[in-house]
Nanobody, 123 residues
Framework: QVQLVESGGGLVQAGGSLRLSCAAS????????MAWFRQVPGKEREFVAY????????NYANSVKGRFTISRDGAKNTVYLQMNSLKPEDTAVYYC????????????????WGQGAQVTVSS
């Protein structure tokens, strides 16, 4: 079993930056992919970015490409999401997710989820 705990959410003005962290309870050596999704009330959970744990391969949603960066620290069992040039439309609850298999942008394919971190961007 893998537990994921997010931190780093908050309130920021448009154009500002935030960094989210997601700490895994255990390396769970077979975890292959970690990702970030986000969700606003009344909408489906939306893919933001993923990273392959072993090879560092990355992928981003078009809406965040060039502004957000996903990274990992194997020694700390932690994945990060650096969010720059934030926009009001980035306001959402951000969720960390993990899966055993190869990367995918489909939320239903992930095995473990964190509790979520609120990010609010004011205009």
């Amino acid at each position: 079993q893998v537990q994921l705990v997010e931190s780093g959410g908050g309130l920021v003005q448009a154009g500002g930056s935030l960094r989210l962290s997601c700490a895994a309870s255990a390396r769970a050596l077979s975890i292959n992919t970690m990702a970030w999704f986000r969700q606003v009330p009344g909408k489906e959970r939306e893919f933001v970015a993923y990273i392959g744990w072993s090879d560092g391969s990355e992928n981003y949603a078009n809406s965040v490409k060039g502004r957000f960066t996903i990274s990992r620290d194997g020694a700390k069992n932690t994945v990060y999401l650096q969010m720059n040039s934030l926009k009001p439309e980035d306001t959402a609850v951000y969720y960390c997710a993990a899966r055993w298999a190869a990367p995918t942008d489909q939320a239903a394919q992930y095995d473990y989820w964190g509790q979520g971190a609120q990010v609010t961007v004011s205009s």
